[in-house]
């Protein structure tokens, strides 16, 4: 585990090589997302789309949905980025 480093009395994890040129799980499947913040929904849908259009089965459909909506918007991004590759 990585040991926690201080900046400015704040505690901050140091992250490692592996976690910021992490491949997402379906690097074949390319999400066109712009750089402003775009409604929640919308991304779902792009990205649901995305998967069907790439052959991805129903089950990791399924998984997906319930990871992305888990959260707040900061987390479905994360979960984005975990999927797909944004173009």
């Known amino acids: 585990m990585n040991d926690p480093i201080r900046r400015d009395g704040q505690t901050l994890r140091s992250t490692s090589l592996s976690e910021t040129a ?3 799980m379906h690097p074949e499947v390319h999400l066109h997302l712009t ?3 775009q409604h929640a929904l919308f991304i779902i ?3 649901v789309a995305a998967m069907r259009s790439a052959g991805l089965p129903e089950s990791d459909r399924q998984v997906f949905l319930s990871e992305a909506t888990s959260g707040d918007y900061a987390a479905l991004m994360s979960t984005v980025r ?3 590759t944004i173009a």
């Open 45 to 47: 849908g792009r990205a």
């Open 22 to 24: 992490m491949t997402p």
């Open 35 to 37: 750089e402003e913040p």
């Open 82 to 84: 975990r999927w797909f």
